[in-house]
């Protein structure tokens, strides 16, 4: 039998997607499949497409024609060409016509939420591409069923999941509480882009409740983004006991020295943050969107996605309730062991593979 050749395609690199197809990439390869990432070129500097034993075609920054010209190229000869996201199936979409093409898996990770021209684009987009594809894999339901909506033909949920933190992470380290600034207060953790839709507006509203607490919570937020800047004018306007700290590479430390993890997003199908707070064993607060219900289960508190005073609410009692914090990071680490492995992942995304290459 002849070996197996898939081409990976990464469009805008966020940081599930990119994760997801370096442990897919690595996965494949141990099982003799030979793998091209087609990922800008920033993205194989962070996960190291090359080390997973990939070879890696660099694409040109989104709408440059050249980048769909390099995607038709790299699938000469493929059997399959899985796209993940959005912009990488458009991509793929356009790279992949002829008779000879081959099948086109796309991965649906998330979902944005554009009005007026921009989310009629986006429609457009997303009908055009699922009808490209052969095969349309979806990370929650929510999506599987929005894909359908779309026109896919073949739609199913993927059970997907990102690597764990490498190497052993410490709870409560106290020499990150205090490069943080809360050795003797509580800290909060949010982690993501700084953009519209992640609901850090309705956070610093929540924040501006935690000021009034004594000993006063820290809220700690890692990430970068067009939000920053007017973030931190209310940061300091408010006098707001808040600090942002930018993209961070030691992310899984800083929350495990968490007393609380918060995830304040419009919408999210498989939290990094939340995967990764779960495992730790660390508190969640989370907004009950999209596949966040059915990632954490009864292992996090939710609330309504743009509700201040009730984010504010359950985060203050969490702090007043010790016993109850033990138990939601019990349960945590219960409902994660409940996750696909990455290994079972692969083996699913392989199968579909199989079946589309008629082996």
Not at 306 to 330: I, K, N, W, Y
Request: charged share 25%.
């Amino acid at each position: 039998m002849t070996q197996l050749r898939t081409v990976q395609v990464v469009g805008g690199g966020s940081a599930g997607s990119s994760a997801h197809v370096r442990s897919l990439a690595s996965g494949l390869v141990a099982r003799g499949v030979r793998v091209t990432v087609c990922a800008p070129a920033e993205l194989d500097r962070v996960y190291d497409y090359i080390g997973a034993g990939a070879h890696f075609v660099p694409l040109p920054r989104f709408g440059d024609p050249a980048a769909v010209t390099a995607v038709r190229n790299a699938s000469i000869g493929a059997d399959i060409v899985h796209a993940h996201g959005l912009h990488a199936s458009v991509r793929a979409a356009l790279a992949l016509t002829g008779d000879a093409r081959a099948p086109l898996v796309t991965t649906w990770h998330s979902r944005s939420h554009l009005d007026g021209a921009r989310g009629g684009v986006q429609r457009l987009l997303e009908r055009r591409t699922v009808r490209a594809a052969t095969v349309v894999l979806a990370t929650s339901s929510e999506l599987v069923d929005r894909a359908r909506r779309r026109g896919a033909r073949d739609a199913r949920l993927a059970p997907v999941t990102v690597p764990a933190a490498r190497g052993p992470v410490c709870l409560h380290d106290g020499k990150a509480r205090a490069e943080l600034g809360a050795v003797d207060r509580p800290l909060l953790m949010a982690v993501g882009a700084l953009e519209r839709g992640r609901g850090y507006r309705t956070l610093l509203d929540a924040a501006r409740v935690w000021r009034d607490l004594d000993p006063q919570p820290l809220l700690v937020i890692a990430g970068e983004g067009r939000e920053r800047a007017f973030l931190q004018r209310r940061i300091a306007d408010e006098e707001l006991p808040v600090r942002i700290i930018g993209r961070r590479d030691d992310v899984a430390e800083l929350l495990a020295a968490a007393d609380i993890a918060v995830l304040p997003s419009r919408w999210e199908a498989r939290s990094l943050l939340a995967q990764e707070a779960l495992r730790l064993g660390v508190p969640l607060v989370a907004t009950a969107v999209g596949g966040v219900p059915e990632l954490v289960g009864d292992a996090a508190e939710l609330v309504p996605y743009g509700d201040s005073a009730a984010l504010a609410a359950t985060v203050r009692a969490l702090l007043d309730d010790v016993e109850r914090r033990m138990d939601l990071g019990a349960a945590g680490r219960v409902q994660a062991g409940t996750w696909p492995t990455e290994d079972e992942t692969v083996a699913h995304v392989l199968s579909v593979y199989d079946e589309l290459a008629g082996r």
